[in-house]
């Protein structure tokens, strides 16, 4: 089984700042990092060194080759990254002391696919095969549409959430992952489990993970519903923790684990990839994760 990552590619400037800024402060930062990342590319990562076959699909600008160089170091097929003329995506990420961060995006190169592009991608792909997309593209109710049509089980992040979610025939959506945040701004329910509950019922046949943070994640299809809780390390940089979580729930998918089994695996990794800076070069590899020791917590189910 293939995965195809129809998804974003970008270059990272992280600052480290003491606090997150408020509008109208300055603050002074004393360095400043290049990375690679954007969350197609962190979660093609993760999906590699949690041991998936993953194609990535994407465009780059005139300065962008080593964000496929970075997929192709890490083992992700490349064919399907084009680069074009023009700047690749990029963003301006604030990390504070306590490794949270705020995230500012320019979509750059990830904004110009065009038809022509996703018929090409999507041609060497079909059923039994996984398409995985976020929302850092354009046309993502194109790419839906005809993924669907060629029978391919979709994965949708939809990270951010905005209006180009909601033009999108989300029942064609195999799978959801999403956070607290984004199942508010998809059902208007702030509670998990009413998030749940507005998800089931708008869509009864779509499996969903929902992570809350620290208080762990949640899997819900129609029968049923798994919970797991958090393994507790000290973060340093959370800037790619989701993305890591989704590669490797994935990953737990195409192996046929169980869900439990499945969170605790995202869990794991997900807890090693936020003691780490960076955001792709933050992601264990699955051999890592296995033999890590770490046991996430009981979460109440909800």
């Known amino acids: 089984m293939r995965v195809l990552n129809f998804g974003s590619l970008n270059i990272d400037y992280v600052y480290p700042v003491d606090h997150i800024i408020i509008p109208g402060e300055t603050e002074p930062t004393g360095e400043v990092t290049t990375n690679c990342g954007g969350k197609g590319l962190n979660q093609s990562i993760a999906l590699a060194k949690a041991g998936v076959e993953v194609y990535h699909a994407g465009l780059i600008g005139e300065e962008g080759q080593l964000l496929a160089d970075k997929l192709a170091e890490n083992g992700v097929d490349t064919s399907h990254v084009r680069c074009i003329p023009g700047r690749s995506g990029h963003t301006i990420i604030q990390v504070d002391k306590n490794g949270q961060n705020s995230i500012l995006l320019f979509g750059g190169a990830n904004r110009k696919l065009t ?8 041609s060497d792909f079909g059923e039994g095969d996984i398409l995985l997309l976020q929302n850092e593209v354009n046309l993502l109710d194109v790419i839906i549409d005809k993924a669907f049509e060629a029978r391919m089980k979709i994965i949708l992040n939809p990270s951010p959430y905005d209006t180009a979610i909601q033009k999108c025939d989300l029942s ?11 199942g508010e701004q998809m059902t208007g329910q702030k509670e998990p489990d009413k998030i749940l509950n507005a998800i089931k019922k708008s869509y009864p046949e779509t499996e969903t993970v929902l992570t809350l943070g620290s208080a762990g994640a949640v899997y819900q299809n129609r029968e049923e519903r798994h919970s797991c809780g958090i393994c507790r390390v000290k973060p340093v940089d959370t800037t790619a923790a989701g993305d890591t979580f989704t590669g490797y729930f994935i990953s737990a998918m195409i192996d046929a684990l169980s869900p439990e089994e499945g969170l605790k695996l995202a869990s794991k990794a997900s807890a090693i990839a936020v ?11 699955r051999e890592e994760v296995l033999g890590s020791g770490l046991d996430p917590e009981p979460m109440r189910l909800l």
Not at 115 to 122: A, K, N, P, R, S
Not at 172 to 182: D, T, Y
């Open 115 to 122: 038809h022509d592009i996703i018929d090409e991608t999507l």
């Open 172 to 182: 064609k959506v195999s799978v959801f992952i999403l956070n607290e945040i984004e």
């Open 275 to 285: 003691t780490r800076n960076g955001a792709a070069d933050s992601i264990p590899e």
